[in-house]
């Protein structure tokens, strides 16, 4: 007999939960405590299952046939009722909460702790100021590439080339982010590298390759006066040849000592891609040295006075003018962190080492193949395995030649 509101109403609680039976498998659950849950049986596969529809009286008896009746002619069409209901719930929650914004500065929490207040700052308003407003105005996961295309290419109009270049890093991070999280399938950003207009740069400053074994025979005896956490990194970047933000960036969960593997993810790097470091017995020797001092923090090179900062964007480059090479002293060059890049692609090219093994270790993303080096970002890694124990052997060759002539 089919259920009326009369019957319901009057229809009190009893010791146990009990079902009170309406038609075509819809039900309503009584509970000891009162409450009231609608419920539809059916069949869908070949296995029973029940769909919940609502609370009485909040869905009422005419609102729950109705879903029934909407279910019914789901299961028609071949579609299961419980599933388009997570569908339904999951777009709404897309479109009420998942907008750019939120999920950038959500990104943004989580990675702030490895920056420096400046750079977090800067990066935020950055997105603020060139993306929230434009981005914003649809779910996440309707976001199209051409949508972050246009908002490159006004930035462009301005003539700010950095800004373009710099905000459509971000946004892709932020991009990865959600997909690593599993809010998105795809990141529409990736198929964008190489769109931003390019202004001439100024090459970072690095010394001569015939003043690395000086270096490295100065930079052992930093520590001595400065901060030994600071001669540590410079070591273990230019073991690396990494980017400074990512020594500086580091954490222990990024090292696998078994593998002698750094595995640099995506969020940190700067096109946007995994990276992996082969470490040289040099870049452990380093990392055993480092982890006396800072191995119980989350960060390998902390600032003295907040651990859960990472060491300031101009420390090392600040402890490299101390040391003389500011382009002032006498037989020095003028050099940066980043220009150690420079000189391990010139002595290894010169080696005959693989070019795109190089550019790879480098990790310089080919502008026409952004997905192909998102997806083989371990290619070449045995030749890149011995590459960087060479390189490492060769800076304490030379160190140990300049100390002995």
């Known amino acids: ?24 498998g819809l039900r309503l659950l009584i509970k000891k405590n009162g409450a009231k849950y609608w419920r539809l049986k059916y069949r869908f596969g070949g296995k029973q299952k029940t769909l919940a529809i609502g609370v009485y009286p909040e869905t009422s008896l005419k609102m729950a046939r109705d879903a029934r009746a909407e279910a019914r002619q789901q299961l028609k069409e071949g579609i299961d009722p419980s599933q388009a209901k997570k569908e339904k719930m999951y777009s709404m929650i897309m479109n009420d909460t998942n907008t750019f914004s939120k999920i950038a ?39 199209l590439t051409r949508d972050i295309l246009i908002v490159i290419k006004n930035i462009e109009k301005r003539g700010a080339l950095d800004i373009a270049g710099r905000v459509l890093q971000d946004i892709r991070r932020v991009f990865t982010y959600a997909v ?18 390019l202004k001439k740069r100024q090459h970072q400053p690095s ?25 540590y990194a410079l070591q273990l970047l230019i073991y690396t040849f990494t980017r400074s933000g990512e020594i500086r ?40 040295k480092v982890q006396e001092i800072s191995g119980i923090e989350k960060l390998l090179f902390p600032m003295k006075n907040d651990r859960n900062r990472p060491l300031s964007d101009n420390t090392m480059r600040c402890a490299m003018r101390r040391m003389g090479y500011d382009g002032e002293t006498e037989g ?59 390189w490492a052997d060769y800076l304490d060759k030379k160190k140990s030649e300049f100390i002995h002539s």
């Open 1 to 24: 007999m089919a259920l009326t509101d009369i019957k319901i109403k009057r229809t009190t609680p009893k010791t146990k939960d009990f079902w009170l039976t309406d038609e075509k």
């Open 105 to 143: 500065l959500d990104w943004w929490k989580h990675e702030k702790v490895t920056w420096t207040e400046d750079h977090a700052n800067r990066l935020l308003h950055r997105l603020e100021k060139n993306a929230f407003k434009y981005l914003d105005n649809k779910p996440m996961d309707k976001i």
């Open 180 to 197: 690593r999280r599993d809010l998105l399938k795809f990141n529409p950003a990736l198929d964008l590298t190489g769109v931003v207009k």
């Open 207 to 231: 010394m001569q390759n015939e003043e690395l074994g000086r270096f490295m025979s100065e930079l052992e005896q930093y520590g001595n006066r400065g901060y030994l956490l600071t001669q």
């Open 249 to 288: 960036g580091a954490t222990w969960d990024e090292f696998d000592f078994k593998k002698s593997i750094w595995k640099i993810p995506a969020e940190r790097m700067k096109m946007g891609t995994e990276h992996l470091v082969p470490l040289s017995k040099q870049a452990l020797s380093v990392l055993v």
């Open 332 to 390: 020095k060059s003028k050099a940066t962190p980043h220009g150690f890049r420079a000189n391990a692609s010139s002595i290894l090219n010169e080696q005959g080492y693989n070019p795109d093994a190089i550019e790879r270790q480098l990790s310089h993303m080919e502008r026409n193949s952004v997905r192909a080096a998102y997806i083989h970002h371990a290619r070449y890694m045995e030749e890149r395995t011995k590459m960087m124990q060479w």
